[in-house]
């Protein structure tokens, strides 16, 4: 199977979230042709509308030309159906942080795409492995872990399960690079390298705060003291806390409930209250 990428493949994001967008903006102004899809009405012409201020602010600080920004903007079509994939030669999905929701997604786009057309994940925990399992091409499923802000973070981690082909993974590495991204190898383990790492220290944190120990501000501010370039607190508002929520459940739930991942009361109140982060207007701070 043929699974090359270039710079002109048309590529199909599905997800118009904080991230989905970002990944939009960063193959859009690589040369890609981009349909940008949500399942919420209007989500994917609200990240198209905000990746536009985005760009504008760009412009203003002289960091990009006009042009340009009017380039990438142009290249990303937002679509109200997923069958805007047919014809796409990468699908990256940024979806709710769900397996279940993912599988589905993937067997929906399996009728819909040509046989070696690469189906990515941008997933942060969910086992590659896992979502290939029902595919009719499991080889084609790939791990694709963007940071936040995705325009902004260099750190990609290519991810390949179990029967990921190795070319699959090669031919997305090979792209994230002329994206400009670093990309890293890395094997389908619960919360692969990044988030496997970070997860105790979120949970640290949290249990500082179950425990009254200090406020958001007084920790973030020791953490960017210690050289950290942004503190825990601002970060977990950033990500979003109904995905880290999903994250820290999915990443204990695949080391057999080990404490060390546990998930956090705080984080559930903040779920359950609807305050997200920056995305809601209100989470640890308020954004509004
Ligand atoms: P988000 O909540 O900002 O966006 C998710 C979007 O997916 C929403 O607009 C929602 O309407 C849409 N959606 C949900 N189910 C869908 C479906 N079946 N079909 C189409 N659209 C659907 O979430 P996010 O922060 O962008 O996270 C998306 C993915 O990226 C998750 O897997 C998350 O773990 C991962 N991720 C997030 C971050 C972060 O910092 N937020 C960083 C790296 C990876």
Not at 37 to 64: E, P, S
Not at 93 to 104: C, L, M, S
Not at 265 to 274: I, M
């Amino acid at each position: 199977m043929r699974h090359a990428l270039d710079t002109q493949s048309p590529v199909c994001v599905i997800g118009a979230g904080i991230m989905g967008a970002g990944i939009a903006q960063v193959a859009a102004q690589a040369g890609h042709p981009v349909q940008l899809h949500d399942a919420r009405d209007g989500a994917a012409l609200a990240a198209l509308r905000r990746l536009a201020t985005g760009l504008d602010a760009l412009v203003a600080k002289g960091r990009l030309s006009a042009e340009a920004a009017q380039a990438t903007l142009a290249r990303i079509t937002p679509a109200t159906s997923i069958d805007a994939a047919a014809g796409a030669r990468l699908v990256v999905e940024a979806i709710v942080e769900q397996a279940e929701a993912k599988r589905t997604l993937f067997a929906q786009l399996e009728a819909i795409v040509d046989a070696d057309c690469v189906l990515a994940s941008n997933t942060s925990s969910i086992s590659i492995t896992a979502l290939a399992r029902d595919l009719r091409h499991p080889g084609r499923c790939v791990g694709l872990h963007f940071f936040n802000p995705v325009p902004v973070m260099k750190l990609v981690e290519v991810v390949s399960g179990l029967r990921t082909e190795p070319s699959v993974a090669q031919a997305v590495f090979a792209l994230s690079e002329r994206w400009r991204k670093t990309p890293v190898h890395a094997r389908s383990t619960p919360g692969f390298i990044v988030n496997r790492i970070a997860r105790p220290y979120y949970a640290e944190t949290l249990a500082l705060l179950q425990e009254r120990a200090a406020e958001p501000a007084v920790l973030d501010a020791c953490l960017r003291g210690a050289g950290f370039r942004m503190g825990p607190c601002e970060l977990m508002d950033l990500i979003g806390h109904d995905t880290n929520f999903a994250v820290t459940a999915s990443v204990h739930d695949a080391n057999f409930g080990d404490r060390r991942y546990g998930p956090s009361l705080v984080q559930r109140e903040l779920v359950d209250g609807g305050l997200l982060g920056r995305k809601s207007g209100r989470g640890f701070y308020d954004h509004a």
